[in-house]
Nanobody, 124 residues
Framework: QVQLVESGGGLVQAGGSLRLSCAAS????????VAWFRQAPEKETDFVAR????????AYADSVKGRFTIFRDNAKNTVTLQMNSLKPEDTATYYC?????????????????WGQGTQVTVSS
């Protein structure tokens, strides 16, 4: 079992930045691929970014490419999502999720372990 805890959400003005962290604990901890997803009210859960277990490969949704950066520190069991140039449409609850395979997938159903989420609100 892997436990994930997100932190770093908050309220920010458009154009601002936030840094989200995902801390992992438990069996094999964060030596897995990790992805960030987000869900706005009454909308589906959308893929944001992901990183492979050793951090060698990343992928981003088109909507965040060039603005968000995902990176990890396996020694500290953390994965970070740096979000710059935030827009009101980035407002959502952000979740980190992990799976044991490095094969890329942006399907939330393919990730068995999830954190509780952290709220990001971007005002215009």
């Amino acid at each position: 079992q892997v436990q994930l805890v997100e932190s770093g959400g908050g309220l920010v003005q458009a154009g601002g930045s936030l840094r989200l962290s995902c801390a992992a604990s438990g069996r094999s901890s964060i030596s897995y691929a990790v992805a960030w997803f987000r869900q706005a009210p009454e909308k589906e859960t959308d893929f944001v970014a992901r990183i492979t277990s050793r951090g060698s490969t990343t992928a981003y949704a088109d909507s965040v490419k060039g603005r968000f950066t995902i990176f990890r520190d396996n020694a500290k069991n953390t994965v970070t999502l740096q979000m710059n140039s935030l827009k009101p449409e980035d407002t959502a609850t952000y979740y980190c999720a992990t799976r044991s395979s490095d094969i890329f997938t942006n399907n939330p159903s393919d990730y068995p372990y999830w954190g509780q989420g952290t709220q990001v609100t971007v005002s215009s």
